[in-house]
C-alpha cells in the first residue's frame, strides 16, 4: 500500500470516528499514531518514536512533547499534538519552540490529527520558525503534497533535501498568502 493510500484510509477512519474523537490521547490513538505509521516509522518502538518525550529547559522541568521522532538513530522530529478540531492557527506553541531550541531535531509539527504543520528554522538557526514551511491536510491533500510528505518516510529522510524544499515552499507559500491579499 502507498502512503496516499494509507493517508485516505486514515482520513476514512478520522471521518468515520469523528464524533468519538474527543481529547488529545482519543486524537493521537486514532489518527497520529496511524500518521507517523504511514510515514514508515513505529510508533510502538520507542527506539524510533519516543512518546513524552522529555528535555528540560531552563526553568521549565518536566516539561513534555507528546513525540519525539528518530531518524538514523537521531532526535529529527518534535510533534506536538492537539485535540481534533482545534483551530492551530489560534494554539500556542511554546513546548515546541523551547524544545526545539534544546535538542538535534530539526523539524517540529503541530497537529490537531487532521492538519499537520510542518516547522523548521529557516529564518534564524536553532530558532522554530513562527510560521510552518509546509502543512498537510488529511481532509484535503493531493498529490503534490503526498510528494512532500513523502520526504519526511522513514526511507527517504534526508534533512538536507528537506530544508533545501522546505525554502523553496516557505517563499512560494508567502508569495500565495500575498497574491490572494491582493486579490
Known sequence: MDLSEKLYGIARRGEEQVEHIKNEEATKTALVLPFINSLGYD???????????????????????DYAI????????????KPLGTNLANVQYNQLYRYFSCTDAKFAILTNGFEYRFYSDLDS????????????????????????????????????AILSTANRLKYTNLAKQAIGEVF
Open 43 to 65: 510508533p510502538f518502538d520507542t527506539r524510533e518514536v519516543v512518546p513524552e518525550f522529555t528535555e528540560d529547559v531552563g526553568t521549565k522541568k518536566g516539561e513534555k512533547v
Open 70 to 81: 528518530r531518524a538514523d538513530g537521531n532526535i529529527s522530529i518534535l510533534m506536538e499534538c
Open 125 to 160: 538557526e536553532n530558532k522554530l520558525d513562527t510560521r510552518p514551511f509546509f502543512t498537510f491536510d488529511l481532509e484535503d491533500f493531493n498529490e503534490q503534497d503526498i510528494d512532500e510528505l513523502q520526504k519526511f518516510t522513514k526511507p527517504n529522510f534526508d534533512v538536507d
